[in-house]
């Protein structure tokens, strides 16, 4: 047993004693130890001992035949028994190791890399044996400044920065006329953009906002969220994005620790709003008013330390978290965006601006002096529509998650020709998809980035070449701008390249930290003992590993946050909301992977007279439709370790079918249709049609994959919001027969259904 404040004599102490216990049963039968120890057989590896060590200490006696020269040699192996074995001979010169491993689990560079640290590690123990061991160093002088300096950092030019709205103002005196905003029949140009939000930043200074003043936006997908987003930078406050979907208690706690003094919003909207104890500004019904402001630029100096943005995740204490990002982080990540990509490129705004891609979209298009193109409310999540935007506006660049891109690929690829940039982001990358763009996409370069909200959106990037394709779908790249990226240990120092650590990041994109919470931001943002005076890093959470040549590999995550189809989500939340329950005493959620590729929520509750789908239903009025699990199953009490905590690893695997649902097979074509469509998406055996789309392991992405099917098997037109309304086979198809009957009548074609078939 290894402990990291153990001493080397104490650990060699230990190992001798354990070796003459081990001794003194030196006969046993090997036969009768696997007979006992019973190790799962296994062709691929060693079941016993993986890793062997021999110490080759034998003298060898002098042999001596008169006129005879003999020498031992070495019989050549082209295989290995082991994974890895170290042979250590003691000769009159030292000692003299070999080492021998499966070229199957390792590069010759790895078991170089491994013998040259061993010895590192040996010279260590000899100069100091009471060192501790977590102390020992295993990396040379040159291993370190690389791990530490050459690869942590981006090679791209780093600062000064201009705020991206000064960079925005440039923009609109280069390109007046040209189109900075469009949604559905709405635009506005550079030009109309800037005066717009000038007229609003002097009103929202009018009210008394400033440097370091929180404004909340909730608004809905239009271009007059751009301009409320930029007047309230141009007025050198910062912007709090709220979703007019969110629930009314979400939105008012979030506005009550935000301490907003003032709220930008908009009619359409104003009923889900939840009292508010400041001003209302709304961007349809005071435009009159705010339309008496002077167009011109404002005076207002923006400093880099002042806030541009708070933008609340997910929290594991079952309360979102507000991350503050200054003026210059997002200046800093702006500019190496414009740097990286196609500038004056045109993009989708695919993600609600309360998920940080949202900001990389939107300034590094409108930074750049291209078209920000914003699909209507209701409809960003359309695949066909979305599909259509980039051939009828000729949009050249993709950012959003990978579950996204790959589900529009299938639904609509060919429609995709005008891309040349795809960017995914928001989770892991997967060989599948990069063959999809390969095969639909191939014009189109396509890129992974990382970054965390803490971090303003993204802190490397890697470029996923078409001959690498299947290794580079975990890479994460390198590090981009003025960024700076490095991969410790517990006792914070660096691991050697292919160990897992986690990753540390810091540089010129560094959040300032949490609003409200000193003490998360105190344990979350540290000084890093490897940079300069005052220097911080951020531990994300998420482990990694250096691959040979400079490239980050992403492994997982090293709590409980977990990213599903690209947003980022605290398990403890959704725990503590549960818990907070009527009759709830015991709760756990896991995102699970029952499906090859399919993550989905699933909670666990114990309690007294509790209904799942009453659960379900009271998560929704707390949590937003991304975390609210799509099954809660009942338990009499939740499995515990031995040492009474829960045992996560014992929760069972859910049903792919609710076992209350009495199964009815589909009785016509049209239910036979729809439930081979579910079949295919959902990953199940044949549905029942009065089973529950959501129930059965669906969500808003499948949805989008189902109405997409729908409208190539059918050809009648239909909405997402339609199977969220409808969720079973049996009343989709009703609804598709009375939308096919008004398509009928009003044009030829449409739903192939037989008369009184339901």
């Avoid at 290995?80 to 003691?90: A, G, R, Y």
């Avoid at 609710?658 to 589909?666: K, L, Q, T």
Wanted: charged share 20%; glycine share 8%; net charge negative.
């Amino acid at each position: 047993k290894l402990s990291a404040d153990d001493s080397f004599a104490t650990l060699l102490a230990r190992v001798r004693q354990t070796s003459l216990g081990a001794y003194a049963h030196q006969d046993l039968p090997f036969e009768k130890l696997v007979e006992i120890l019973q190790p799962v057989r296994d062709l691929s590896r060693q079941p016993l001992a993986p890793v062997q060590f021999v110490l080759a200490n034998t003298p060898q006696s002098a042999m001596a035949l008169a006129g005879v020269e003999w020498a031992l040699l070495e019989a050549p192996k082209t295989t290995s028994p082991f994974d890895l074995n170290l042979t250590v001979q003691e000769t009159p010169q030292g000692l003299v190791g070999n080492v021998e491993y499966a070229t199957d689990l390792f590069d010759a560079s790895t078991v170089q890399r491994l013998a040259q640290g061993f010895e590192i590690l040996l010279r260590a123990i000899t100069e100091d044996p009471q060192r501790r061991l977590g102390e020992l160093p295993v990396l040379t002088d040159a291993q370190r400044q690389r791990l530490l300096h050459d690869w942590s950092v981006s090679t791209d030019v780093a600062g000064p920065y201009d705020s991206v709205h000064h960079v925005v103002e440039r923009q609109a005196r280069c390109v007046p006329d040209v189109v900075a905003v469009l949604c559905d029949e709405q635009s506005l140009t550079y030009a109309e953009l800037d005066e717009q939000s000038n007229q609003l930043a002097r009103h929202l200074q009018a009210l008394g906002v400033g440097p370091d003043v929180l404004v909340g936006l909730c608004m809905p997908r239009s271009t007059r969220m751009v301009v409320g987003m930029l007047g309230i930078l141009k007025a050198g406050a910062a912007y709090v994005p709220l979703d007019p979907d969110w629930p009314a208690q979400r939105l008012s706690l979030v506005l009550e620790e935000a301490m907003a003094p003032v709220l930008v919003t908009h009619g359409s909207v104003f009923d889900r709003l939840p009292s508010h104890w400041g001003h209302l500004v709304q961007l349809d019904e005071d435009w009159a008013q705010i339309a008496q402001q002077p167009v011109q630029p404002l005076a207002t100096t923006t400093r880099p330390l002042q806030l541009a943005y708070a933008l609340y995740t997910s929290g594991s204490t079952g309360r979102p978290k507000g991350v503050a990002v200054t003026h210059g982080a997002l200046a800093a990540s702006t500019a190496a965006r414009m740097r990286r990509y196609e500038a004056g490129s045109s993009m989708l705004l695919l993600p609600a601006i309360t998920f940080d891609s949202s900001v990389g979209t939107i300034f590094g298009t409108l930074c750049g002096g291209g078209t920000l193109c914003i699909p209507a409310q209701g409809l960003e999540r359309d695949l066909t529509h979305l599909a259509k935007l980039v051939e009828r506006h000729g949009i050249r660049s993709w950012l959003g998650v990978p579950t996204m891109y790959q589900a529009v690929l299938e639904a609509a690829g060919h429609r995709l020709g005008s891309l040349s940039t795809v960017i995914c982001a928001g989770e892991a990358l997967s060989p599948a998809l990069v063959d999809k763009h390969l095969l639909h996409c191939p014009q189109a370069i396509l890129y992974n980035e990382y970054g965390p909200t803490e971090a303003t959106v993204w802190v490397t990037m890697a470029r996923v070449e078409k001959a690498a394709r299947a290794d580079m779908a975990s890479s994460i790249g390198r590090p981009v701008g003025g960024a700076k990226v490095v991969v410790l240990d517990e006792r914070l120092q660096p691991v050697p390249v292919g160990v897992v650590g986690e990753l540390y990041i810091g540089g010129d994109q560094l959040a300032r930290g949490y609003l409200q919470r000193g003490a998360l931001t105190a344990e979350r943002f540290v000084a890093d003992p490897h940079g300069l005076p005052g220097a911080r890093l951020y531990r994300s959470g998420d482990l990694v590993r250096w691959r040979e040549g400079g490239e980050l590999e992403f492994i997982g995550r090293a709590d409980q946050q977990v990213k599903i189809r690209g947003l980022r989500i605290e398990l403890g939340e959704i725990e503590a909301a549960l818990q907070e329950l009527p009759g709830v005493s015991q709760a756990a959620v896991l995102a699970r992977e029952d499906q090859a590729g399919e993550r989905r929520l699933v909670a666990y509750a114990a309690g007294h007279g509790l209904d799942a789908d009453t659960l379900r239903a009271a998560l929704r009025q707390r949590l937003p439709d991304y975390m609210v699990p799509g099954l809660v199953m009942l338990m009499p009490a939740l499995p515990l370790n031995a040492n009474g905590k829960l045992d996560r690893q014992a929760l069972p695997a859910p049903e792919a079918l609710d076992a209350r649902v009495v199964h009815v097979g589909p009785r016509n074509q049209v239910e036979q249709t729809l439930s081979a469509v579910w079949s295919e998406v959902l990953g199940i055996d044949e549905p029942g049609i009065d089973s529950d789309f959501f129930d059965l392991g669906g969500h808003s992405l499948a949805a989008m994959q189902v109405i997409a099917r729908i409208q190539d098997e059918f050809g009648v037109e239909t909405a997402l919001r339609d199977l969220f309304e409808f969720t079973t086979i049996r009343a989709l198809a009703q609804r598709l027969q009375a939308l096919a009957a008004a398509q009928q009548a009003g044009a030829p074609g449409g739903l192939p259904i037989e008369e009184g078939s339901l």
